[in-house]
């Protein structure tokens, strides 16, 4: 089987393809074409289709496209168009991108530690039956059960579902957080070891939040999909 030899989930966020060509197509639509860069703060947790965040981060992960070229794009764009708080706000999400790769060159093998780099001597479990139901969508509750069935089919999920998924791992199952880091490993389209451990290690209280916060999924679910659009898109979904 080659790497071109799938078929492409019909609600797939992610629907483009590889290759330097393709992000600059993605990127020039998304800044040039839709302007969706000048509503991203206001979209960027959103759940699904493609606009609602750039989807640059599989090509970044490869490194077919790099964070400076988005950079200087966006540039281009608030001399063309307009400057606000979105089109600053996608930089910043780049920065912390930046930021989690200086964590691991500054903490190196500690971010792949049970305590992370704050050295945290949290109770964890490992108990496999509860690791699969949510590895396959089936712990019951609909909000990380829909993004996992979307992780599982389509090896894509939005940065508002990662955060909710982990932080319901980690922190209200209170399972090894490297278990839930080395499943999205095996399986992001987007994997990239700084952004992944150090997004993980941040939701489980053992990273940069030194707030040791749980998500309420069932909170976040009304607030984010109120209307349990995103929720039915997967939790019906058969195919595949
Ligand atoms: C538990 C968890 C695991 C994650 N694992 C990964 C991973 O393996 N690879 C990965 O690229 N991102 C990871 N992220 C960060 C984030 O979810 C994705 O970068 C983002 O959803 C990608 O979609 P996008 O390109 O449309 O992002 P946009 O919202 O359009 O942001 C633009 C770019 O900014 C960067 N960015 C945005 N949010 C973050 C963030 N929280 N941390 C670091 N960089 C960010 C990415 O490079 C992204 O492509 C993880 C987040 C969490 C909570």
Same mark, same amino acid.
């Given at each position: 089987m080659g790497?071109?030899?799938?078929? %492409?989930h019909p609600n797939a966020a992610f629907p483009f393809r590889g290759g330097e060509t393709e992000a600059i197509? /993605?990127?020039e639509d998304y800044f040039f074409t839709s302007k969706k860069l000048g509503v991203y703060k206001k979209t960027r947790n959103g759940l699904i289709g493609t606009n609602f965040s750039s989807k640059f981060s599989p090509w970044?992960?490869?490194?077919?496209?790099?964070? /400076? %070229?988005i950079y200087w794009y966006v540039i281009q764009f608030e001399q063309e168009y307009f400057k606000n708080d979105s089109t600053y706000w996608l930089v910043f999400e780049l920065i912390w991108r930046d930021y989690f790769k200086y964590i691991s060159l500054k903490h190196k093998i500690n971010?792949?530690?049970?305590?992370g780099i704050l050295e945290k001597d949290y109770e964890w479990k490992k108990n496999l039956k509860v690791i699969e139901q949510w590895i396959n969508g089936q712990t019951g509750e609909p909000f990380v059960d829909a993004n996992m069935i979307e992780l599982k089919k389509t090896g894509w999920m939005s940065n508002r579902g990662r955060q909710n998924v982990a932080s319901y791992f980690a922190k209200t199952l209170n399972l090894d957080w490297r278990i839930g880091a080395a499943y999205?490993?095996?399986?992001l389209i987007d994997y990239d070891v700084h952004s992944n451990y150090g997004n993980w290690m941040y939701?489980?209280?053992v990273g940069n939040d030194p707030r040791d916060r749980t998500f309420n999924v069932k909170r976040q679910a009304e607030r984010y999909d109120s209307a349990g659009k995103f929720q039915r898109l997967w939790l019906q979904d058969t195919l595949f």
């Open positions: 790497l071109d030899d799938f078929e %492409t197509k /993605r990127l970044l992960a490869n490194g077919s496209l790099s964070a /400076r %070229t971010i792949f530690l049970i305590g999205f490993e095996s399986q939701v489980s209280g």
